[in-house]
């Protein structure tokens, strides 16, 4: 995901932060990346070479008491850059105590239903009682999906597998809809935005009068994404954007800039299949990322994405009683994988997206997990309650690794990592410090003293 112009970036600030002295030289030099890598990015040619100007004049002749000028340009860099994606945050603003309603629209191909999925499990997730109503009636098995998407994850979905015309069924299930504060509605796609489409749009607009009208656009498809979006907002009245596989091979950096252009905020951006593959959109966060400082924002709102708030506080409460088995360390495990790979949460953590880690060393560790689920799997109802049977009994560790599909090693990894969790946990600290974040500097030290140097990637 633009990943040539995160290392432009990168090596723009090295750069900086290598020079004694930062002259037109080197920003010529800094530029000439950027501009390569936001060209490579699918960004329009004009707005890189206006961007890149505004940055380089900015950086000779702009100066600011109390500030270096190293620091002047970094953030000269990152400022343009948060404009040119759309600069301020945008995101709905919904009201609990009332039914919001965002009608998704687009065109075949997009990403549509699954993307309602998503939006409906994430604000389930933070204390909406959200519902789905599937009204695409023309592409084959769209309802179907929607269904068994809604199965999967726990979400109600509201369709009618036999009636065609979707304002009938909107108006059919008005009544049961009221008991939910947030309803998405997954709409018909068509290969262009012909009349007919137009027209279906328009109508279903009028009838359910959404909250918000968003318009959900695939990144491959660059700087056509300025038509698009200008195209559905003069028709169908579309006021926000979501930007679907940006995990893909595609660039990016058009489609992104392109809604800036079109003054259609996105709001969202999806970049995996999972149903977590969701967040929230912000210029400057996004850049930040790029440049290796991380997104801490976007890392707890994925943490918050993951955490099953009853299973937590079941936890919580055994965790108190110095409880922890297998099946708890299991738990933890789903739930890190439901948020998705290492390689993108490392990404959102501060310092450790320029840090030079060993190649393969985050896929080395997926690995790794996957073999600790395995192996969970294999124990008896007794192993898993009682982990140290396994330690004393190597005939019990053999038949785990056998049944697992794993090595003897990989067993007596996962009771080792059990076991420093377990001691983590039961080490005297207060469950709700470790979930409220407020563990102070002493609390810190000790821990960081205590569990430094056994903890290992």
């Not at 979501?242 to 800036?260: E, F, P």
């Not at 690794?401 to 076991?419: E, I, P």
Request: with cysteine; glycine share 8%.
């Amino acid at each position: 995901m633009l990943e040539s112009l995160g290392n432009a970036l990168k090596k723009g600030i090295d750069k900086i932060a290598g020079a004694v002295f930062v002259d037109k030289k080197t920003i010529d030099s800094i530029i000439k990346d950027l501009q390569r890598a936001l060209i490579e990015a699918d960004v329009n040619v004009k707005l890189v070479f206006e961007l890149t100007e505004k940055i380089k004049k900015a950086a000779i002749d702009e100066k600011i008491k109390g500030v270096e000028k190293k620091e002047q340009i970094v953030k000269i860099m990152h400022d343009e850059l948060t404009q040119l994606l759309g600069g301020e945050k945008q995101e709905y603003e919904f009201n609990k105590k009332k039914q919001n309603v965002v009608v998704l629209v687009g065109l075949y191909g997009a990403g549509k239903t699954t993307t309602t999925a998503k939006l409906a499990h994430y604000y389930e997730k933070r204390g909406f009682k959200t519902a789905i109503v599937g009204l695409d009636v023309h592409r084959p098995a769209a309802r179907e999906q929607l269904e068994q998407l809604g199965k999967q994850h726990k979400i109600k979905v509201f369709i009618d597998h036999n009636e065609t015309d979707p304002i009938k069924i909107y108006k059919s299930f008005e009544e049961q809809l009221k008991e939910y504060n947030l309803v998405i509605v997954d709409t018909a796609g068509r290969h262009d935005l012909d009349k007919e489409l137009v027209k279906e749009i328009t109508d279903l607009t009028k009838t359910i009068k959404p909250t918000y009208s968003t318009l959900v656009m695939p990144a491959d498809i660059g700087q056509i994404a300025k038509q698009q979006a200008e195209e559905f907002k003069k028709s169908s009245k579309v006021n926000s954007v979501i930007i679907t596989r940006m995990d893909s091979t595609a660039k990016g950096g058009g489609a992104l800039t392109a809604c800036k252009e079109a003054e259609a905020g996105v709001v969202f951006i999806t970049n995996g299949e999972k149903i977590n593959d969701i967040e929230q959109f912000n210029p400057s966060a996004f850049i930040s990322r790029l440049t290796g400082m991380g997104d801490l924002e976007t890392l707890l709102d994925k943490v918050n994405s993951a955490i099953d708030k009853q299973t937590q506080g079941k936890l919580q409460k055994r965790l108190e009683k110095g409880i922890f088995t297998m099946d708890d360390f299991y738990q933890q495990l789903e739930s890190m994988n439901s948020m998705g790979s290492l390689s993108k949460i490392a990404g959102l953590i501060p310092g450790l997206g320029k840090a030079k880690l060993p190649e393969n060393l985050l896929g080395t560790q997926e690995d790794k997990m996957k073999k600790w689920k395995f192996c969970i799997q294999s124990m008896t109802p007794e192993e898993k309650q009682k982990p140290e049977l396994i330690e004393k009994q190597t005939t019990r560790l053999q038949r785990i690794a056998k049944g697992s599909g794993c090595k003897s090693s990989d067993v007596r990894s996962l009771l080792k990592q059990y076991k420093l969790i377990k001691e983590f946990a039961n080490s005297g600290m207060s469950a709700d410090a470790l979930n409220g974040g407020q563990l102070d500097q002493k609390t810190m030290q000790k821990l960081a003293k205590k569990f430094g140097k056994k903890m290992r990637i």
